[in-house]
């Protein structure tokens, strides 16, 4: 699995509009073939940064997506970023799920 989150600050007075850009590139991104997700997230100390996350089959099909016109739309957005825009794309291995959770939650603490 292939995760990708692409973080920019928003200029002030620019922080609906960015994020109206991210908005409108959810739903056509859940829908692309090998998406396996797509989620916007603000942060809640700084109304300005927002971040888009993203899941792939396959580091393929990342690459097709980012040479796509909708996610080119993006490109400017990430150019006014008050900060440098952050890119992090990884390759990931799920190592489990509620289970590691429940058994930490039942050991006794170190």
Same mark, same amino acid.
């Given at each position: 699995?292939?995760?990708?989150?692409? #973080?920019?600050?928003?200029?002030?007075?620019?922080?609906?509009?960015?994020?109206?850009?991210?908005?409108?590139?959810?739903? =056509?991104?859940?829908?692309?073939?090998?998406?396996?997700?797509?989620? !916007?997230?603000?942060?809640?100390?700084?109304?300005?940064? !927002?971040?888009?996350?993203?899941?792939?089959?396959?580091?393929?099909? !990342?690459?097709?997506?980012?040479? $796509?016109? #909708?996610?080119? #739309?993006?490109? =400017?957005?990430?150019?006014?970023?008050?900060?440098?825009?952050?890119?992090?794309?990884?390759?990931? $291995?799920?190592?489990?799920?509620?289970?590691?959770?429940?058994?930490?939650?039942?050991?006794?603490?170190?």
């Amino acid at each position: 699995m292939i995760q990708a989150f692409v #973080r920019i600050v928003a200029p002030s007075g620019k922080v609906e509009e960015i994020q109206g850009i991210f908005r409108g590139l959810k739903g =056509p991104t859940d829908a692309t073939k090998g998406c396996r997700g797509c989620r !916007i997230y603000r942060d809640m100390d700084d109304d300005g940064v !927002i971040t888009c996350w993203t899941s792939w089959d396959s580091q393929e099909e !990342i690459e097709e997506y980012f040479r $796509t016109e #909708r996610f080119r #739309r993006l490109l =400017p957005y990430m150019e006014m970023s008050v900060e440098p825009p952050e890119v992090n794309v990884c390759d990931v $291995t799920p190592v489990g799920g509620i289970e590691i959770l429940v058994a930490a939650i039942g050991s006794q603490p170190r």
